[in-house]
């Protein structure tokens, strides 16, 4: 009996201790797990290395989980490692966001900055060009002929939307001189290249031109803003669909509202603000970007 007794006892004190070994793998297992964040390269790499190194870190510290950026190399590549699982949030232009929500089912927009619910595009041209201001949408006939160069290929406000307002006007890309566009890369390079003479006109992000301004890396002596859009939803944040069973459940909305909680009273929420050009980040929807959708269809970006 004494000896029956001794081994319930062992047996008993082992499976706790197998228990508690378990617990503490899993436990480190998910502690291991990393956020892994990135962005659409759409501006100058020194910003968006300063923006996203503060951004990972107030992530990290809200939502007590690591967060890794991963910069990539163009918008191509943004698309693919969202597609391949190779990136958990990533901040999108409408188009790009569209591409990948489109390859992976369950992936969701979960907000978007106060200024990308009415985004803008403006075209500028160089001052020594013979280019004048345009006040009618079907003025935009007057750049056929013109040396013109978009942003990326896959950006929506370089690109997308600009493409669809000068097709409106009739406008077609063959139009151009040397019967195509240039495409700069990105919204930065678009404003240095038109600026420098080597385009006479162009189309970018009016959020960019402001910034560009104010730091006083666009010149209006040699550029200056012929035409701005009409607004459309933009740029916004895009979750993959398994962040609650890879992180806790619930994760999700802890993101979600995360973002919707920055503000201005928090020195390193503020910077960050700043840096995205915004005031505050506001709940979005995969819905807001139908209209963007049926226009990618039409141009021939989204198959």
């Not at 951004?55 to 490692?81: D, G, H, I, M, W």
């Not at 003479?197 to 970018?204: C, D």
């Not at 012929?226 to 993101?255: C, M, V």
């Amino acid at each position: 009996m004494r000896q029956a007794s001794k081994l319930i006892k062992f047996t008993k004190i082992a499976i706790a201790l197998l228990s508690i070994f378990n617990l503490s793998n899993i436990c480190s297992l998910k502690a291991e797990e990393v956020l892994r964040i990135g962005a659409i390269p759409d501006q100058n790499p020194e910003h968006l290395n300063r923006l996203y190194k503060l951004l990972s870190s107030e992530l990290s510290e809200q939502l007590n989980v690591q967060v890794r950026y991963k910069p990539v190399t163009n918008y191509a590549a943004a698309v693919t490692a969202f597609r391949t699982g190779n990136l958990d949030l990533v901040w999108f232009g409408a188009l790009t966001g569209i591409q990948a929500r489109l390859q992976i089912k369950g992936s969701k927009v979960i907000a978007q900055r106060d200024i990308d619910e009415k985004f803008h595009s403006i075209f500028i041209a160089n001052k020594k060009s013979s280019i004048q201001k345009i006040n009618n949408i079907n003025d935009l006939k007057t750049l056929k002929g013109k040396r013109f160069t978009f942003g990326s290929e896959s950006s929506t406000s370089g690109r997308l939307m600009p493409q669809y307002f000068l097709n409106k006007a009739g406008v077609q890309l063959k139009d151009f001189k040397g019967a195509s566009p240039g495409f700069s890369g990105s919204h930065d390079s678009t404003l240095m290249l038109v600026q420098s003479g080597s385009y006479e006109a162009g189309a970018l992000s009016e959020e960019v031109w402001k910034r560009n301004l104010e730091i006083g890396r666009a010149d209006p002596s040699k550029v200056f803003v012929i035409w701005k859009t009409p607004s459309y939803h933009n740029y916004h944040w895009l979750a993959q669909g398994n962040l609650d069973k890879k992180f806790r459940k619930g994760f999700t909305k802890e993101l979600t509202n995360v973002f919707l909680s920055f503000n201005e009273k928090s020195k390193k929420q503020k910077q960050v603000l700043e840096l995205f050009s915004a005031k505050k980040f506001i709940i979005s929807t995969n819905e807001n970007y139908n209209k963007i959708e049926k226009v990618g269809r039409k141009i021939g970006k989204i198959k």
